[in-house]
């Protein structure tokens, strides 16, 4: 069984244990968290391009105990060719969510990790190179890693889809066959794709011949991206949304991300909490708490500039009063929603000094649009498949409109003053996840690799799963179960440790400088500290 770890010199966890390494190589040459963590969101583009890239995007909170963290939103718009008429004109009722008309909003995840190396020079005494940063993911990509078994799951399930996408047989299905869990899986483009940001700087993704490269390569393949598109594409510093959740402050990143509905069900589940963690009132009350916390996202959450009424006022007092009347504490209410999907991947890093930050980015679905560009060996994301083609739809596409994002890291600063930086990939059960983590770590006092490891639940559909019920893992007691049930639940068993149910991950400092970490059996993922 998994222990949390414990240290006091830094660090970092991540969903593959190279990425966490990566990471910790930097925390050991002195680097701060927000140099680790770059290392570690460029290597784990590599080591898992299944769930997420530099085709796609990513967001950010840095902080401390004590202060207000940044936000960094690092997410593209659609393309200014990308209309409404234009995918009429091509015989499109809805978006497609695979191959070069999927690929059609900016991957802004590169120039996330610009913003968050200038934070970490003007502001944390950042130092080390980009090079530096960068080699990891460099060296993995050239020499090799050896393939998941969630890789090698996720090809099987999805080639049907992709296979006759441009570039994605290329590289996973060398001689017509999915490569076996363990085999060498070298990416020689992207390496020197890498190779290249670091020797030209990481604007040249947006601005210089790597961009022009990239944008060539999307219009012929048929996406509406252009370089103009690349060329006015700006990271962004944001301040993050809050919540007081039983005299902890939790945190999250707003609109155009689901992050408000995360601190809806933890705001909700305040004021109706269980005695105890893991039973039949703690999941019911957190069920019901996400139905009411989705219906309000669906509604509203869109790109900001959009939006009939604004985060904050959601997350008023007089708002949360009303949505809290909505939830059915007695009985299940009826669901479906409609469903949000979504794959990612979700770290965490810690320095010495107490500088937290908790990461997440995605290329959206498994492996994105599928497309591959022939010159970069960059998969591109599908993200603005979560845009509608229907006039008076809340996500309606429009030029250069903000997607809807299901990603969302989370950081809270608990009332004892101990920092918690968490999150999970998976969809619509980002925020189910966080929901579980957080309140039987924080209001149950369990351990935090429990809280990570315990049997968990997921309302909706995640990962190519059909059913919109409610998905529980078979850890939890029968009479849970059977109690659940009767309270209206319609409830499909899963196995014991089901990847749908996400990678999740925390790192918590304490005031003293202790450090503790956790990670998912769930995944390939490990906590390296020093």
Known sequence: MLQTKRSY??????????????????????????????????????????????????????????????GIQACGRAALAADRAWYRERGCSNIPGRGPLAALTVAGTVDGWQKAYDLSRDRHGGRLPLTRLLEPAIRHAEEGVA???????????????????????????????VPAVGTRLQQARVAETLRRLARAGLADFYRGDLARSMAADLERLGSPLRFADLERHQASLVEPLSVDVAGHKVFNMPPPTQGLASLLILALYARCMADEADGVDHVHHLVECTKAAFRVRNRYVTDPEHMKRSAGELLSSESL???????????AAPWPDPPKQGDTVWLAATDRTGLSVSFIQSVYWEFGSGVILPETGITWQNRGTSFSLGEADTNRLDPGRLPFHTIQPAMA?????????????????????????????????????????????????????????????SRFEKSTIDRLRARG????VAGPFEEFMGHAGAIVWHPDGLLEGASDPRSDGAVAAR
Request: with cysteine; net charge negative.
């Open 321 to 331: 009063a009303a949505l809290y009347r909505t939830v059915s504490i007695g009985r």
């Open 413 to 473: 600063e608990l009332g004892d003053g101990r920092l918690m930086s968490f999150g999970t990939m998976g969809g619509e059960g980002q925020p189910q996840t966080q929901a579980a983590v957080f309140t039987r770590y924080a209001l149950y006092g369990q351990q935090l690799q429990s809280a990570i490891t315990a049997p968990r639940w997921l309302l909706g559909r995640t990962w190519g799963e059909e059913n919109n019920n409610l998905k529980i893992e």
């Open 489 to 492: 639940h319609d409830i499909q």
């Open 9 to 70: 010199g830094g660090m970092v966890t991540a969903p593959h244990h190279l990425a966490a390494q990566a990471g910790l190589g930097v925390l050991s040459e002195g680097g701060n968290a927000i140099e680790a963590m770059i290392a570690s969101a460029a290597t784990i583009a590599v080591v898992y391009p299944h769930m997420n890239g530099l085709g796609g995007d990513s967001f950010w909170l840095v902080g401390r105990a004590g202060s207000t963290p940044v």
């Open 147 to 177: 393939v998941t078994s969630t890789l090698h799951e996720n090809i099987c399930k999805k080639r049907h889809e992709l296979e006759d996408v441009p570039g994605f047989a290329e590289v996973y299905l060398s001689q017509g066959a």
